[in-house]
Nanobody, 124 residues
């Protein structure tokens, strides 16, 4: 059983940064690829970023490429999403999720466990 806890959401002005950690509780986090998704009301959950088990490879959705950075510290069982140059359209509930495969999937159906989500609101 894996529990994921997102932290670090909040209100930020457009153009500003925000870092969201995701704590992985249970088996060692290096057993899972990890992903971040986001969702706004009335829309499907969108892939934001993913990282392989060891952190050697990272993946990004087109809308965040060049602005967001995913990283992980397996010694702390934590995955981080660094969000820079935030835009109002980045406003959403952000979820981290674990994927038992070596590489993170782009589709949410492949993920086994999900955090409760954290609200990120970007004001213009």
């Amino acid at each position: 059983q894996v529990q994921l806890v997102e932290l670090g959401g909040g209100l930020v002005q457009a153009g500003g940064p925000l870092r969201s950690p995701c704590a992985v509780l249970g088996p060692t986090s290096s057993s899972y690829a990890m992903g971040w998704f986001r969702q706004v009301p009335g829309k499907e959950r969108e892939f934001v970023s993913g990282i392989t088990r060891t952190g050697g490879n990272t993946y990004y959705g087109d809308s965040v490429k060049g602005r967001f950075t995913i990283s992980r510290d397996n010694t702390k069982n934590t995955v981080y999403l660094q969000m820079n140059s935030l835009k109002p359209e980045d406003t959403a509930v952000y979820y981290c999720a674990s994927d038992r495969h070596i590489r993170p999937s782009l589709g949410q159906a492949e993920y086994d466990y999900w955090g409760q989500g954290t609200q990120v609101t970007v004001s213009s």
